[in-house]
Nanobody, 113 residues
Framework: VQLVESGGGLVQPGGSLRLSCTAS????????MSWYRQAPGKEREWVAT????????NYADSLKGRFTISRHNTQNTVYLQMNSLKPEDTAVYYC???????WGQGTQVTVSS
């Protein structure tokens, strides 16, 4: 059973990145899925959640309008589209399966000029 994030990297302020989280060993279609992030020296914080159908999404207030969570159940993948990135978005981003309590290993996002 595994969640594997990808798509992180170095991006300039104002740029965009799309993170992916692909599950193996189980299917995500029955579960809500979330993204979290942890910046250096800070606690892990919730970013966004999507319902198992994909019909309902919720975001941290500070990220509304810039981040979009989506899912493709047949591909067993959840996405996080991040636009207008700021240096304070620098963090390790983690995928989480709400119903099973599984975490991915994280992917580093660095926003810097």
């Amino acid at each position: 059973v595994q969640l594997v994030e990808s798509g992180g990297g170095l991006v300039q302020p104002g740029g965009s990145l799309r993170l992916s989280c692909t599950a193996s060993g189980f299917t995500i279609s029955s579960y809500g899925m979330s993204w979290y992030r942890q910046a250096p020296g800070k606690e892990r914080e919730w970013v966004a959640t999507i319902s198992f159908t994909g019909w309902s999404t919720n975001y941290a207030d500070s990220l509304k309008g810039r981040f979009t969570i989506s899912r493709h159940n047949t591909q067993n993948t959840v996405y996080l589209q991040m636009n207008s990135l700021k240096p304070e978005d620098t963090a390790v981003y983690y995928c989480y399966c709400n119903g099973l309590g599984y975490w991915g290993q994280g992917t580093q996002v660095t926003v810097s000029s």
